[in-house]
């Protein structure tokens, strides 16, 4: 079995910074891709940012300058480090992981439980 288990979220104050962790464990075999996603209320999940194993990313135009994606292979943890948080960036923040798992040759998307993330102005 394959989990990820988030940490990091809270509630913060407008233009305060919070840093998001997300540590996959179990039978893996290799990851190719882990990232996180958000899901505002009454929203569509959508991309924060991604890194790949190759250690390139790809970020949400609304978070690019503000939120750094970074992964520790050796612990197969990603973390997201926020700045200057807004209101807008409200959300349960869910991390993903693109992985191959122990006994398959498929690649197979995981999800996290999810860790609130409020922003208050």
């Known amino acids: 079995q394959v989990q990820l288990v988030e940490s990091g979220g809270g509630l913060v104050q407008a233009g305060g910074s919070l840093r998001l962790s997300c540590a996959a464990s179990?039978?893996?075999?290799?990851?190719?891709?882990m990232g996180w996603y958000r899901q505002a209320p009454g929203k569509q999940r959508e991309l924060v940012a991604v890194?790949?194993?190759?250690?390139?990313?790809n970020y949400a135009d609304s978070v690019k300058g503000r939120f750094t994606i970074s992964r520790d292979n050796a612990k197969n943890t990603v973390y997201l480090q926020m700045n200057s948080l807004k209101p807008e960036d409200t959300a349960v923040y869910y991390c993903n992981a693109d992985l191959v798992a122990v006994g398959t040759f498929r690649r197979d998307d995981y999800w996290g439980q999810g860790t609130q993330v409020t922003v208050s102005s």
């Open positions: 890194i790949i194993s190759d250690g390139m990313t």
């Open positions: 179990g039978r893996i075999r290799s990851i190719n891709a």
